[in-house]
């Protein structure tokens, strides 16, 4: 039999900035959709808002490429909502779009293109 080959995370960069916000908001654990919303828009100061549907489209996505699965709810949640949180791919894949943008960043700053403390 052959084996299946193990994903390499590189193959998915580079993330859209909304799937890279999703991944973030589900790296300290599971959450459910409205909660991922919150979470975005109080991190990112109201800059990225996302509504439901580019959300459950996004999440549905990610679900097909394995990078989350849908979880058990939380007790203090609703059991009606659906919680998803990373599969091990998933928090690899995060981890590797930090790591470019990193070098993005680094790069950014030896040309000097970020000024000042901020």
């Given amino acids: 039999m052959a084996k299946t080959p193990v994903p390499d995370p590189a193959d998915y960069l580079p993330l ?23 979470d975005i828009t ?3 100061g109201g800059e990225m808002k996302l509504t439901a ?6 999440l549905a996505r990610l679900v097909d ?4 699965e849908e979880t058990e709810a939380q007790p203090k949640d609703d059991a009606r909502r659906r919680s998803y949180g990373l599969t091990t791919l998933g928090r ?6 930090a ?9 950014a700053k030896e040309k000097k293109l970020l000024r000042g403390k901020r």
């Fill in 16 to 38: 859209s900035s909304q799937v890279f916000q999703v991944l973030l908001s589900l790296a300290d654990g599971p959450l459910h959709g409205y909660a991922v919303i919150v």
């Fill in 42 to 44: 109080e991190r990112t």
């Fill in 53 to 58: 549907s580019t959300l459950y489209d996004a």
């Fill in 65 to 68: 490429q394995e990078l989350i």
């Fill in 92 to 97: 690899e894949v995060a981890e590797a779009e």
């Fill in 99 to 107: 790591k470019r943008l990193e070098r993005l960043l680094a790069m």
